[in-house]
């Protein structure tokens, strides 16, 4: 089978030609291109190498760019987009299949323009769940809109004929189906290998107890929320955060955790390459924290699951779809009382935390890249 994958994630390619993505997808691609015979790649270009594209794809000899334009000035859009539908025409006739691993902003371009046999849509977020606020500030008013257009052009992608729609959480296979009338499969997404994945290993709490939060630093990821739960805490608690930030917002963050008399409890690491040195981060901690008010399915979780952490989080979008109370502890989302209570409660009662911690490592083993991937390909194959 030959594969041409979109996805909004932009690519990089250095002065050897070595191609840098972000680990979540070059992981995947790089697994995926060894049970294909020919893999291309439909993927923004970018002309600077930027932090989070911190993994190099094998280089193979059936691994293909064809890059899309990126940036420019927004009154251009119609050209780009024109410039995108034509590139799409163009190497489609080479390939069996499209993916779309989406939501993407050309998603509707690409899906229209590639003149593959057959096309299939990977959904890694629920769109049930992120809901912008409506506000007649530009920025605001811009995402709110962006985010309904995406919506009903993947509505219309639903009703295409023939067209396969995957979904890496059941539970998000429950949205698609109920929401759009759609008849889709479920396929995981993950970057932790198989080999990747240690023995299990019992904790104790250290003292000062670490709380750790990875991920994009947002406000939708329920960073706020955290800080003022350990504002509600003990002093004997202290949280890493562990993720890029833009430099406004992480100083509004650090004006609040001051207002709240928690400055010197909160560290801040900045964004960590995927790999060892991100994976001994869980390892260091007692407990993985993530009190997102909307997910896909996180790959934190499972690289938390990996590495034996406790995991606190919240029962939204993918993620009670893919793991259950006898495995994390879940609290309200934007409930900052509830956090702390249920940090408080993971950290106090070690016969549950290990008891948890040891089932979804244990359960981490069934959805691990390779079997990912696997299961991936034989729903495009069937």
């Known amino acids: 089978m030959k594969v041409l994958l979109h996805h909004h994630a932009g690519v990089f390619r250095d002065a050897e030609g070595s191609m840098h993505l972000p680990a979540f997808l070059g992981k995947w691609v790089d697994c995926m291109a060894e049970h294909v015979a020919q893999i291309g790649l439909l993927l923004p270009q970018t002309t600077e190498k930027q932090a989070h594209q911190d993994h190099v794809l094998t280089p193979r000899s059936n691994l293909h760019l064809h890059a899309l334009p990126t940036g420019g000035r927004r009154w251009d859009f119609f050209q780009r987009r024109r410039r995108i539908a034509q590139i799409c025409r163009e190497v489609s006739g080479d390939y069996d299949l499209l993916l779309v691993r989406g939501i993407t902003p050309r998603q509707w371009t690409v899906w229209q323009n590639c003149r593959t046999v057959r096309k299939a849509f990977l959904l890694v977020g629920s769109l049930r769940e992120n809901r912008p606020p409506f506000g007649w500030q530009p920025d605001v008013f811009f995402t709110w809109l962006m985010l309904r257009i995406r919506k009903m052009e993947f509505g219309k992608i639903c009703r295409q004929p023939g067209a396969l729609l995957l979904a890496n959480s059941p539970h998000l296979v429950t949205e698609l189906r109920v929401g759009q009338g759609a008849e889709p499969f479920f396929a995981s997404t993950n970057t932790i290998a198989g080999a990747q994945i240690p023995p299990f290993q ?181």
């Open 202 to 382: 019992f904790r104790e709490i250290h003292s000062p107890v670490r709380l750790l939060f990875t991920g994009r630093v947002v406000r939708d990821k329920g960073v706020e929320d955290l800080l003022h739960a350990l504002a509600l805490l003990p002093e004997t608690y202290t949280l890493r955060i562990v993720g890029g930030v833009a430099p406004k917002y992480q100083a509004y963050l650090n004006d609040m955790a001051s207002g709240l008399g928690i400055g010197k409890q909160v560290e801040w690491a900045g964004f960590i390459p995927f790999g060892e040195t991100l994976l001994a981060e869980y390892g260091r901690a007692d407990v993985y924290v993530l009190p997102s008010w909307h997910e896909g399915f996180p790959h934190s979780l499972w690289e938390a699951a990996a590495m034996s952490t406790p995991v606190l989080t919240t029962p939204v979008g993918g993620i009670p779809g893919l793991v259950d109370e006898s495995m994390v502890t879940f609290v309200r989302p934007r409930d900052p009382a509830d956090l702390a209570r249920g940090i408080e409660n993971v950290v106090k009662d070690q016969t549950e935390r290990h008891k948890k911690a040891a089932k979804l490592h244990a359960h981490s083993y069934h959805y691990h890249l390779e079997n990912g991937v696997k299961r991936l390909l034989e729903l495009m194959t069937a």
